[in-house]
C-alpha cells in the first residue's frame, strides 16, 4: 500500500464549478501535511500546508481529518488557470522529506 | 531572485554509462534534497543534506546512486552504471532553514537511459 492515495482523475470541470479532491494517508503518526499543485512539464510548488483546524486561503480550503488519515482541498470558483495535478504531501518527521502522493488531475473548461 | 538550478535540463545515456546531476540551490538555503519523479507519478525522495552533511540516504535505490554537496551549496547526484530502469526526471529542492518542509523545487534534470 502506499503511503500517501490520491484519486489520479482526471476531474473535468466547468469555470466556476466547486470541485473537492480527497487523499488517504498511511501513517498514523504523520503530523504535517501540504498540497502542492504542478503544471504541466513543470515542477511541484507548495500551494497551501494543511492544519488540524482547517484552513483557508482564498478560493482554496484544505481540511485534515486524523481520526480517518484524510486530507481535503476544496477549491470554490474554479478558473482556467487552476489547470493542474495536485499532489497532497505528508511530511516525514524524522528527516524533514515530503512524501507525495501520485497527484489528481484537475481540468477546468471555458 | 534566482531559483533553484539544475544541469543538465536533458541527458540521453548509454546504458552502463555514469552520470552526474547538478544542483545549484537558492542562495543561502541551508538544506537541499533530492527526488526522483516518474511520469504519472508524484516525486520520490532520494536523499538530503544540510550544509555538507548528508542526513538521510535511505531513499536512493541501490549503491550506484550517490550525492555530495561537499562545500554545503552546489551538489551533484551520481549514478553508476545506469540501467534503463534509472530513466525519470530527477529533482533537487532546497529549503531556508535546517529540517523545513518549505521546499522550492529546481526544474529537474530528464534523464533517458537508452
Known amino acids: 500500500r502506499k503511503e500517501v492515495e490520491q484519486d489520479p482523475g482526471p476531474f473535468n470541470v466547468p469555470e466556476g464549478a466547486t470541485v473537492a479532491f480527497n487523499c488517504t494517508y498511511s501513517?498514523?503518526?504523520?503530523?504535517?501535511f501540504f498540497w502542492y499543485r504542478q503544471d504541466c512539464r513543470k515542477e511541484p510548488k507548495l500551494l497551501m500546508s494543511v492544519y488540524s483546524s482547517g484552513n483557508e486561503d482564498g478560493r482554496f480550503t484544505a481540511q485534515l481529518n486524523r481520526a480517518s488519515q484524510y486530507i481535503s482541498l476544496l477549491i470554490r470558483d474554479s478558473k482556467l488557470s487552476d489547470s493542474a495535478t495536485y499532489l497532497c504531501v505528508v511530511g516525514s518527521d524524522s528527516s524533514y522529506k515530503l512524501i507525495f502522493g501520485s497527484g489528481t488531475r484537475l481540468l477546468v473548461r471555458p | 531572485g534566482a531559483g533553484v538550478s539544475q544541469s543538465p535540463r536533458y541527458k540521453v545515456t548509454k546504458r552502463g554509462q555514469d552520470v552526474a546531476l547538478r544542483c545549484d540551490p537558492i542562495s543561502g538555503h541551508v538544506s537541499l534534497y533530492w527526488y526522483r519523479q516518474a511520469l504519472g507519478q508524484g516525486p520520490e525522495f532520494l536523499t538530503y543534506f544540510n550544509y555538507e552533511a548528508q542526513q538521510d540516504k535511505s531513499g536512493l535505490p541501490n549503491d550506484r546512486f550517490s550525492a555530495e554537496r561537499p562545500e554545503g551549496s552546489i551538489s551533484t547526484l551520481t549514478i553508476q552504471r545506469t540501467e534503463q530502469r534509472d530513466s525519470a526526471m530527477y529533482r533537487c529542492?532546497?529549503?531556508?532553514?535546517?529540517?523545513?518542509?518549505?521546499?522550492?523545487f529546481g526544474p529537474g534534470t530528464r534523464l533517458t537511459v537508452t
Open positions: 501513517n498514523s503518526a504523520s503530523q504535517s
Open positions: 529542492a532546497s529549503s531556508l532553514s535546517r529540517g523545513s518542509y518549505e521546499q522550492y
